[in-house]
């Protein structure tokens, strides 16, 4: 679970999140908002990214930036935020999605189960050694994805999921995200696509004007 | 005439690649530190940096002279009109360039790779060391041209080196001597050497960047 209290954010001098108040529960909670609102900004200060200007944020009720920095890196470790433009390391697919669990210090055996694991849940292990630069946009998002996933966070934070991703690919992403949620993992996607936020979200979460506000009812609000 | 030029393109060869290495060991560190985190010191250093990339090279070879020349404080070293302090002159001189082109790389790495790396939940550490491993063909490069920049410099050279045959000459200076005394077809040869140079190595760092 991710509490941020009275947290305020600037980039520069201006706030870009005043005030917000939320709070990242079990099940899946969808981020929508217009352009620039804010929805990235949150999602990077939930993952302990971004220091709060103000306020603070919890994380399993523990605020990273005033822990030590070995539990500060443990409360980080909890979270995973994965980038809308996915983010690739040199190397080949199986190199990406095992770079979580080699910063943990895995045992090798075990990084080779649970990288193989998590490009089988994303349906594309036969990318494993591929060298991620020839891999089209959507099969990187899976890569980031699958990165993400080998870590087993309790909380994952998705800004844009589907942006690259085709219709089966949107399809396959959904029924993974249900598992996910049904495993007991805290789940928040920023998100453009209605579908998504209508058919896999449990809350919905209106960024705008510099603040949050919770929308209790979902297709009322898409209606409006 | 091949036999001395061959020996004064090994000698450049040598004392600039020396520098090179000297001046990439502290500067790609000093960036890194720059870069690690924000604060109004460290963009401060970095414009510092920045600004003495267009430093003259005989401004530095003077400084230099001053301090290694025998009354100078570092005169007790006696290395002035060696090759040891044309090396140090070069790699002073690069010094602000690879810092300044590093810190260019290192930051717009960071952007992507370094919150990538701490968002998967690596330690500053390891989020720096992946920083600089997914920088290095760029990083490469930076030292490149802090290298290139070392062997077709004359100033830094001319004075601590003071073109002394079969010791301290190295292309620039022979090219420069060369052409006061009307030796064209000897500074051309060099000349072309000195392109030929720069050429190999930037084709050979280039295939290297690529391979890793």
């Known amino acids: 679970m991710i509490e941020l209290r009275n947290v305020s954010f600037a980039y520069v001098s201006e706030d870009v999140l005043k005030d917000v108040n939320l709070t990242f529960g079990l099940g899946v909670t969808a981020i929508i908002g217009p352009n620039g609102s804010g929805k990235t900004t949150l ?41 809308e433009k996915p983010i690739m390391l040199r190397g080949s697919v199986a190199d990406n999605v095992a770079y979580g669990l080699r910063i943990r210090n895995v045992p090798a055996e075990e990084v080779i189960a649970r990288t193989e694991e998590a490009l089988e849940m994303l349906g594309i292990k036969h990318l494993a050694n591929e060298r991620v ?15 993400a996933l080998a870590v087993r966070p309790k909380n994952l934070l998705l800004d844009e999921p589907t942006a690259n991703l085709d219709k089966n690919g949107r399809e396959t992403f959904m029924e993974l995200i249900k598992e996910l949620a049904s495993r007991g993992v805290c789940i928040a996607i920023a998100t453009h696509d209605r579908l998504l936020a209508l058919k896999l979200t449990d809350k919905i979460v209106l ?4 603040t949050v506000t919770f929308v209790e009812s979902p297709e009322y609000k898409y209606t409006e | 005439m091949w036999q001395e030029v061959a020996e004064v393109v090994m000698r450049s060869l040598l004392i600039s690649g020396m520098a090179t290495v000297l001046a990439a060991s502290w500067s790609i560190p000093i960036a890194m530190i720059l870069t690690a985190k924000e604060s109004e010191f ?54 602000p360039l690879i810092i300044s082109l590093s810190a260019s ?15 998967i939940g690596a330690t500053e550490r390891q989020a720096l060391i992946t920083m600089v491993t997914e920088s290095f063909p760029r990083l490469l490069t930076t030292i490149l041209v802090g290298f290139n920049r070392a062997i077709g410099e004359l100033g830094v050279a001319l004075m601590l080196g003071g ?37 190999t190595v930037t084709a050979i760092v280039r295939k290297v960047g690529k391979i890793a």
Do not use: C
Request: proline content about 3%; glycine content about 8%; aromatic content about 8%.
């Open chain 2, 42 to 95: 460290r963009r401060t250093l970095l414009d510092v940096a920045n600004a003495l990339v267009a430093v003259p090279t005989v401004i530095i070879g003077l400084v230099l002279y001053l301090l290694f020349s025998r009354s100078g404080p570092l005169g007790f070293f006696g290395i002035l009109y060696t090759p040891i302090a044309i090396t140090i002159g070069q790699a002073v001189l690069i010094t």
């Open chain 1, 133 to 147: 630069q020839t891999l089209s946009a959507g099969q990187q998002q899976k890569v980031a994805l699958a990165r």
């Open chain 1, 207 to 210: 960024v705008e004007n510099k």
């Open chain 2, 105 to 119: 790389v290192l930051r717009e790495t960071k952007s992507g790779i370094w919150e990538m790396a701490v968002s």
């Open chain 2, 163 to 199: 073109n002394i045959k079969g010791f301290t000459r190295v292309m620039t200076t022979v090219i420069a001597l060369e052409v006061s005394k009307g030796e064209f077809e000897f500074a051309l040869t060099l000349a072309g050497m000195l392109l030929l140079v720069t050429f």
């Open chain 1, 43 to 83: 999602l990077k200060l939930a993952a302990a990214i971004y220091r709060p200007r103000m306020g603070e944020v919890l994380i399993d009720g523990i605020d990273p930036w005033s822990a030590s920095e070995t539990v500060r890196i443990s409360a980080r470790r909890n979270v995973v935020y994965v980038h």
